[in-house]
DNA sequence: AAATGATGAGAAAACGTTTTCTCACGTTGA
DNA sequence: TCAACGTGAGAAAACGTTTTCTCATCATTT
């Protein structure tokens, strides 16, 4: 309940240990010549008074605050929290704390932020944002700390993470055929997004020159109109459908369920994102795409640390795999 | 692309001036006595050779990081993010930036982020979860800093904000009186969670001797439950439907569609949480209780403030009040 | 003309560490 | 017996600030 800083120091330790602060630090950092015995005493004594050093105080010295920013502007956290939880765990462990910070595409927010954070002498930052075609509204090149951008887009010759949409499609066509599926239509989003059309393209070079992709928006009500499309006409209906996230397949599946489809017994339904609490409440639940973004989390937290640590590390754009979930959406899933 | 550490500091600016160091102290903060020629001068080199102060160096030497920490054990972020956006947006201003430390209900990894942001001379400690009526698994009493505890269980004597569960019952009931309801039910989560039976109190003061209270999960399946209950026998059937959270909200509006009765025509439904990917994505679209939550995180961040600047803050739970988003789901949002 | 006071600016200490340098002491070898 | 050497531990500098103290210089007053 009181006053400025009962917190104790090496000083403290020191004097409790009767030696100098020098031999105190030489101590609890095994560096440093001394007999084994004092060493020993020293550290006891330290553990015992509960001393801890002052991390400011030894990043003052060493130039390495432990300390990283991540920078969104993902103000929903749909991509940004995998992220983060992917970061934070490859970087406690080596002592590395996380400034997070939410800048919601104003310019002068983000740049507030960025100076807070190099003030505080961040060993680098993590760029990260809702679009992998979009950049966040500042710019970070020739800043005095290492950046690595995780799915937003980077300035060229920076290190770029993202995850690989060609493979997710892949992986999605993949299963579909899997599980005897013949006439397989991709029901996406905008094809202003450049996530779109990587899959698409993907999409359309696994179905073969048939292929149909069908651009909307990302939603469930888009979801529902592709299926009233595609079952509307007189042409013959699907028996696969990927979409380009889990809100279109919800849409997609409770259309099929209204008309009475069965999915999966008529018509196979995979998602995109892994957004659990879609894929989840969706009845039948979705087997859908996962951007692994915890573990592209975990890549740009390591890289930064390789970075701030002064390891090399390759420059350009690094697409990590997805990975399917099976839930019960496409079928199949009993025989494994 | 080279060394150590080209980051210009006072002495390039004191050199630069050809003046000391102090004097530049000085200077830039607007203390000490100078002939305001040389101080005007002082600044202008300093902003020139893009002179920022070292944080670290200055928080060495005034006990305050101009840093909090925020713990949650919420990974998927429903709560925690709005929260996050209120704190940051609240301590920006005052130069503060945020450690966000994920722990996933996990002591030992707890502790490690506790350690860490303590030994980084974090200002205070946010801690907030998932749940009002759970508490971290990390004991967060007796440490060294304030700890201001949001939207979860804190230790007695401590600072605890939380939205006011009986407030946001109430604002459903009473919209749902105004648009003409007579006969309204309640159907929410389990009776295991406080939040469930604070509302589910509220409700019953406020609708009467005859309220009507399902308990059920957290779940839109538990919705469709529902309302085959209630449509189900031979009883009267509502024409308003308070839900616990927005996602039996949908489980419900859905479940009516498919029965043929009209929302809102013929019932009313206000679900809970204002989580916009349900509300907005329900046909038609939910007017929702909502909790508050950016502003209940700035509340927390300017209270951590105060008590790291030692202001006296009242101790004890404080409940903010909630606020009614209205939208389609209820009626009457066109007279206004 | 001397004493007083106001003004401008620098020196030094402090914050809590780590690291390098120095030194006293005791042991070994010739 | 003396030089050489190894060992244990402390002194001091450094990191980049802020703040207090001291001290010239110059203008004002008597």
Chains 1, 2 share one sequence.
């Not at 980077?154 to 290190?159: I, M, R, T």
Request: aromatic share 6%; glycine share 10%.
């Amino acid at each position: 309940m009181v006053a400025r800083s009962n917190r104790v120091t090496i000083h403290d330790v020191a004097r409790a240990a009767g030696v100098s602060v020098s031999t105190v630090s030489k101590a609890l950092n095994d560096t440093g010549r001394m007999a084994s015995e004092t060493r020993e005493k020293i550290k006891a004594i330290a553990t015992d008074v509960g001393f801890r050093p002052n991390a400011l105080a030894r990043s003052l010295l060493s130039n390495r605050s432990f300390t990283v920013g991540l920078l969104t502007n993902d103000t929903y956290g749909r991509f940004t929290l995998p992220l983060m939880s992917g970061i934070s765990e490859a970087l406690v462990d080596h002592g590395v704390s996380v400034f997070l910070c939410a800048i919601e595409d104003d310019p002068a927010l983000a740049k507030v932020h960025v100076d807070a954070m190099l003030d505080k002498q961040v060993d680098g930052i993590i760029a990260t944002g809702k679009r992998v075609d979009r950049s966040l509204p500042v710019d970070l090149a020739g800043l005095p700390v290492p950046v690595v951008y995780a799915f937003t887009e980077g300035v060229p010759g920076s290190v770029i993470l993202t995850a690989d949409d060609a493979d997710g499609a892949r992986l999605a066509v993949e299963r579909l055929r899997k599980v005897g599926r013949k006439w397989i239509v991709h029901v996406t989003g905008p094809d202003s997004f450049v996530s779109a059309i990587e899959r698409a393209d993907a999409f359309r070079q696994a179905v073969g020159p048939e292929a149909l992709v069908l651009h909307g928006a990302w939603t469930e009500a888009w979801g529902h109109e592709a299926v009233a499309m595609l079952w509307g006409g007189d042409k013959p209906t699907p028996d696969g459908i990927f979409c380009g996230n889990d809100q279109i397949a919800r849409g997609v599946v409770d259309a099929l369920r209204e008309k009475g489809v069965r999915v999966p017994e008529d018509v196979s339904v995979i998602g995109f994102d892994n957004w659990e609490i879609f894929a989840d409440q969706t009845r039948p639940a979705l087997t859908t795409v996962d951007m692994n973004l915890k573990e592209l989390g975990r890549m740009a937290g390591l890289t930064i640390l390789d970075l701030a640590e002064g390891r090399a590390v390759e420059a350009g754009l690094r697409k990590l795999p997805c990975k399917l979930v099976v839930r019960q959406s496409c079928g199949g899933d009993r025989e494994i």
